[in-house]
């Protein structure tokens, strides 16, 4: 195994950091190094709000229910789909662009994803720590406010990174079995795979380093999808341009 594919395995998310700031620079190079990612069509859907107002930082926290990750973090951003500039775009030749559709919401996402997963490959890469907040769209109406975030764009998540104060286990997934079907799906073999990750997963849970915890992956799926999450989406998408036509 390489070296990157062993980074890529290593891979936790850090909720705590030393405080110590991570140079602008850096950061930009970073994005930079992320912005080579692969984009459909071309388009580029996407923009990041870099965060380095304290009070705005601080909002960005409460807002997303995760503030004391913000509070040792060595840079916070949040990630945007963003078919402004593809309007602009169009407007320099007389076109009014059509971004509210279901397919340009699922390419924006996925410009989004492969940017922002770019961004944290290039940082881990560095011996940085990073978390995934997707708890940015709880408040997307006023995180948009908070970043005068404009029509056809609308938060996707925050992320905080910095300089890990401990390492934390790798936690397993799903066996390679049970994400692969060769030609064509096989729903037969979940019952036997998802019972041996059940196992492998609780025990996991119960003997790693921190918050130890008796759960398996079914219990936890089954207990999440049961509700609608975050029913406020439809109508914040939709006011922000994206009326799913």
């Known amino acids: 195994m390489n070296d990157v594919q062993q980074q890529l395995r290593n891979h ?29 069509h071309f388009v580029q859907a996407y923009s990041v709000i ?9 909002k960005l926290g409460e807002l997303s229910k995760n503030d004391f990750q913000f509070k040792t973090a060595g840079a916070s951003l ?23 559709t279901a397919e340009n919401i ?9 940017f922002a997963q770019n961004f944290v490959v290039a940082a881990e890469s560095e011996g940085y720590g990073i978390c995934y907040i997707g708890g940015a769209r709880t408040g997307a109406a006023e995180i948009s406010e908070l970043f005068n975030l404009p029509e056809y764009v609308f938060p996707m998540f925050a992320m905080t990174l910095g300089t890990p104060t401990k390492t934390n286990d790798s936690k397993p997934r799903l066996p390679i079995d049970a994400i692969v079907h060769e030609n064509g799906y096989d ?32 219990r936890q799926m089954a207990d999440y999808l049961v509700k609608q999450q975050r029913p406020h989406m439809k109508d914040f998408l939709a006011s922000k341009g994206f009326t799913w036509k």
């Not at 936790?12 to 984009?39: D, F, H, W």
């Open 187 to 218: 729903v037969e073999k979940y019952d036997a795979l998802l019972s041996q990750y059940d196992e492998d997963l609780n025990n996991y849970y119960l003997n790693r380093n921190a918050n130890q915890k008796n759960e398996n992956w079914t």
């Open 50 to 58: 870099y965060v380095t107002d304290e009070e705005k930082k601080q």
């Open 106 to 114: 699922l390419v924006g996402v996925n410009d989004v994803g492969l």
């Open 78 to 100: 949040l990630f945007c789909v963003d078919f402004k500039r593809l309007q602009i775009a169009g407007q320099k030749y007389g076109v009014d662009i059509t971004a509210d």
């Open 12 to 40: 936790t998310s850090v909720r705590k950091y030393t405080g110590e700031e991570i140079p602008k620079e850096k950061v930009y190079e970073m994005l930079e190094t992320a912005q080579m990612a692969a984009t459909s």
